[in-house]
């Protein structure tokens, strides 16, 4: 069975950028929501031993599983986003992730314009990543509703936005951009990209 991860911070750690109201409603009640409907649906299965990057993996083979995919991949994809964030984060990273974002964007400012758009554009509700793929190369992606890359094995997921409405509407309204601006100037925890970063590297030489 599972437990609802705490946040890595205080509900009031990321202000003014997002409001200890948001955190309080997407951390206690959405969050929370995804481990009990979770818990509810593996209970007395052979489900219930699997720890949740197992489970989302195979409740992705069988699409009579999907409710289950969406709950499970929620509590990864919304505990991955919290830490994603750091007080007094934002800005560009340095290191070894940096140079690969040079690299693969052709400078910060390139990837940061491009990540936003990505972000700002994507239709509905769902998550911006950056990714590590299989070929040693970063790219940004985009993920519908509870998709996520951790379902994929060729995938490395760095870090993540979260581009549900609920996410953002009570401190920024329908201002998707102003919210993305807000995540990667003062909220963005580039030292767990990075630590993703080495980690994936170093497994894979």
Known sequence: MHDLPP??????????????????????????????KTNELIAGTALEKLDLVELIREAAKDKEKQALFNNAAQIWN???????????????????????IGLDFGSFEKFRES????????????YCWLVLGADGKLAIVTTANAETPVADTRLVPLLTTDVWEHTYY??????????????????????FAAANFAAARAEAA
Do not use: C
């Not at 984060?89 to 940096?98: H, K, M, Q, T, V």
């Not at 920024?172 to 909220?187: I, K, M, S, V």
């Open 170 to 191: 009570l401190d920024y309204q329908n201002r998707r951009p102003a919210y993305l601006d807000a995540f990667l100037d003062h909220l963005v925890n580039w030292e």
């Open 78 to 100: 919304h505990d991955f986003y919290w830490k994603s964030m750091a007080p007094q984060g934002g800005g560009a990273p340095d290191g070894a992730l940096a140079r690969q």
């Open 7 to 36: 946040l890595p911070y205080a509900e009031t750690a990321l202000e003014p950028h997002i409001s200890a109201r948001t955190l309080s409603f997407h951390h206690g009640k959405h969050h929370k929501a995804y481990v009990d």
């Open 115 to 126: 990540f936003k758009a990505k972000a700002a554009g994507h239709f509905g509700s769902g």
